[in-house]
């Protein structure tokens, strides 16, 4: 077959129109992205010296981040290099560059590192190409690079700032310097923001001598130019969409059927319908939510044992008291341009400041000392300066007079103020230093193999009385206080919604959450039962720690009305509350008690039964010391733990030690090295928080 030139260019325009049409939605998906991310580098470079060179910049810092914590304190820490010593510094993620060049830095450029660490020891998953990447480097790959490294962890877990150790022992064998200590902190001890602070510090002394750097009063530097725009609400100004695909200009983000557009990740979330959600409590002080999202249509699809992140915004009351606080009017719209190519536009812009308040700041939990120092150039008045000041200096003076009373920022600055408004407050500078709301996680509590479209989630309501007397008000969690309204609205409860301690708009930024929906990801995880079903597993899971077990649960029983001639290993699950008011799922396992025959037992434990000893999971697990022992030992089961960090998983893996080393006649410290071992090779998992 002989082509000429004009066939083939026919041909291909033809290949590509048909292309074009089948995949339209793909290519509509492409160009619809969400303009927040923007470009990289002016040149499209990723490599990271060139970037840095590109933009002038003298001071590198980067980060790795699951949940937001590591970014945030990358930020800060960038933002005080350059309100105190005017450093022209790039701040990034690493997920989003190249490091191949990494030796090329220029001899005076230092780079900070902030590593966060998940699950067992793990990068970030946006940090895992870095790590692949310091998992090539050889001695003396980074001899020119002089750097400081500050790991968020939680000593509650077994591989406690795993991630950043390993960041720390691969950059020290390339013959990177380090200059300074590597830090660490401690989410576990609640210690994050002081072990920052005294890290950061002694760094900075440091620092002056080593870059030779003269110190001035903290002066705000913006990353963006900042304009407010006469304009109105148009089409074009964000009320809050989760991304620029939401906004009415983005019309090609719907394909045929009127569904949006995917791919929905942690970057562009799904706005999916909550089908059905109850009150799994039956007592009054305290709320358990069961809510059910539809993803059909999304083309998110999601496994037994993943995590459903929610996209929360925060409620009338507190937007209410942050705007009064800093005097800010919710109508204004504003637009923010990056000043250069390495900073990234934080949300949908333009938009309001009601709209950035209400869906884009975390206005709410506990605050950082270190807001206080930078906020001391726009006190008030001279008298409230000093007070701020000493108080940013006071590490103890600190913790009494605001972490104590549970203060959010606006409490704690209107009550350092007596009430005084905090109007000297650039709104750019607000934006620029308070953290961005950030999505929380849920362990899925429903089956892909039972429910494939529907997730459930399993959610305590986070509604605490304050315990300092200064403050009536409970101390209210975001996510799943808005998940509490959303429940009563759905179900018609007027008369108990409007007692609730905050109220949300649940309609959200144009109607788009009316019906009750709410903006989710599926975060894929590793918490997968074992694939041959005749493997015994023991789940520990008190409280919501029962959540993926529901799933697992729900799976083995479809699993066995599909393959009723397979036989299954014994499964166990030890499940702790209060007392029968907080029995989670109380009516639904009975049932699959039933389905599952013998293969199935449930062996609870109660905390507080009136007139009755408290008794854990852990407490019924060395009960059973005889079959747990025989299932790990002698039938190779996978033991699963989930819920509570601190006390619960720390008090299930000392039993089991035990359990491990009066078996096999052992000491307890080989029975941990037993259990390590075992959560190495997946043996042994933990879904805990
Ligand atoms: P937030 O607003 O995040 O507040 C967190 C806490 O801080 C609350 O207790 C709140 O009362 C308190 N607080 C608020 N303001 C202040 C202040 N100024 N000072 C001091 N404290 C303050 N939870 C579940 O219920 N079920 C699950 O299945 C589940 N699975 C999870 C799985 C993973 C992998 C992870 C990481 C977490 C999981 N969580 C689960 C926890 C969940 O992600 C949320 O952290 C939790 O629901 C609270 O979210 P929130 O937005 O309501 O509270």
């Not at 010296?49 to 800060?76: F, P, R, W």
């Not at 358990?288 to 999601?302: P, Q, R, T, V």
């Not at 950082?368 to 008030?380: D, E, N, T």
């Not at 407050?425 to 999505?439: G, R």
Request: aromatic share 10%.
């Amino acid at each position: 077959l002989g082509l000429d030139n004009l066939d083939f260019a026919v041909l291909c325009a033809l290949s590509l129109a048909v292309a074009a049409y089948f995949y339209k939605d793909k290519f509509a998906e492409l160009f619809a992205s969400d303009e927040s991310i923007s470009v990289v580098s002016s040149s499209g470079s990723r490599d990271i010296v060139h970037v840095l060179k590109e933009n002038n910049k003298n001071y590198l810092v980067l980060y790795g981040s699951q949940t937001g914590t590591a970014e945030d304190y990358a930020k800060k820490f960038a933002k005080e290099l350059t309100a105190k010593f005017s450093l022209n510094v790039m701040c990034a993620d690493v997920e989003n560059y190249e490091f191949d060049h990494l030796n090329e830095l220029p001899s005076d450029v230092i780079v900070s590192f902030f590593v966060s660490t998940y699950g067992e020891g793990d990068f970030p998953d946006g940090a895992v190409p870095f790590e692949d990447y310091l998992n090539t480097l050889e001695d003396g790959d980074l001899s020119n690079v002089k750097y400081t490294l500050f790991g968020l962890g939680n000593s509650t877990y077994e591989f406690f700032n795993g991630a950043a150790k390993k960041a720390h022992k691969k950059l020290s064998n390339a013959g990177a310097n380090l200059v300074g200590i590597y830090g660490e902190a401690d989410d576990g001890a609640g210690t994050t923001d002081e072990d920052y602070l005294s890290w950061k510090d002694a760094l900075l002394e440091e620092l002056k001598t080593v870059l030779s750097l003269d110190e001035h009063e903290q002066r705000f530097e913006p990353s963006f130019t900042y304009k407010v725009l006469d304009s109105g609400v148009t089409d074009t100004v964000s009320l809050g969409e989760p991304t620029a695909q939401y906004m009415p200009t983005a019309k090609l983000s719907y394909n045929n059927e009127g569904k949006q557009l995917g791919p929905f990740d942690g970057t562009n979330p799904y706005v999916a319908p909550i089908v059905k959600s109850h009150e799994l409590f039956t007592s009054k002080d305290r709320n358990c939510i069961h809510a059910e999202f539809d993803l059909s249509g999304s083309n998110m699809k999601y496994s037994t044992g993943d995590h459903l992140a929610v996209w929360p915004s925060n409620s009338d009351e507190k937007v209410k008291q942050f705007l009064s606080c800093f005097n800010l009017d919710p109508e204004t719209v504003f637009d923010l341009k990056p000043l250069d190519s390495t900073v990234k536009c934080p949300f949908p812009l333009p938009t309001t400041i009601g709209a950035a308040v209400r869906h884009y700041l975390e206005i709410t939990g506990p605050v950082s000392r270190q807001i206080f120092s930078s906020l001391v150039q726009f006190a008030p008045n001279d008298d409230i300066k000093e007070s701020l000041a000493k108080i940013a200096q006071d590490k103890d003076l600190f913790a009494k007079d605001i972490t104590s009373r549970y203060f959010n920022l606006a409490d704690a600055l209107l009550y350092l103020s007596n009430g005084s408004k905090w109007d000297s407050v650039p709104w750019n500078f607000i934006v620029e230093s308070v953290p961005h709301l950030q999505p929380r996680y849920y362990s899925i509590s429903s089956s892909s193999l039972s429910e494939k479209q529907t997730v459930h989630i399993t959610a305590i309501v986070e509604n605490n009385a304050n315990p300092s007397s200064e403050k009536a008000e409970p101390v209210t969690g975001v996510t799943t206080n808005l998940l509490r309204n959303i429940q009563l609205a759905q179900n018609k409860k007027a008369v108990a919604a409007s007692n609730l301690p905050v109220h949300y708009d649940l309609d959200g930024p144009r109607g788009l959450f009316k019906n009750y929906k709410l903006p989710v990801h599926v975060r894929r995880s590793a918490f997968r039962l074992p694939s041959n079903p005749a493997t015994p597993v023991i789940m520990v899971g008190p409280g919501t720690g029962v959540a993926p077990f529901r799933g697992f649960v729900r799976d083995r029983v479809k699993f066995v009305e599909q393959q009723p001639n397979v036989t299954l290993g014994k499964h166990l699950l030890f499940y702790g509350s209060r007392n029968q008011d907080d029995f989670l799922y109380a009516s639904e396992w009975p049932d699959y008690s039933k389905k599952l025959g013998g293969a199935f037992e449930m062996i609870v434990a109660h905390s507080r039964l009136p007139d009755q000893p408290k008794v854990y999971v852990q407490d019924r697990l060395i009960e059973r010391e005889k079959e747990v022992y025989e299932l790990i030992a002698e039938k190779g089961a996978f033991i699963y733990v989930c819920g509570d960090a601190k006390g619960m998983a720390q008090g299930v893996h000392a039993a089991l030690v035990k359990i491990l080393s009066n078996g096999k006649g052992i000491t307890t410290d080989e029975a941990a090295e037993i259990i390590k071992m075992f959560k190495a090779n997946g043996k042994y998992q933990e879904d805990v928080w």
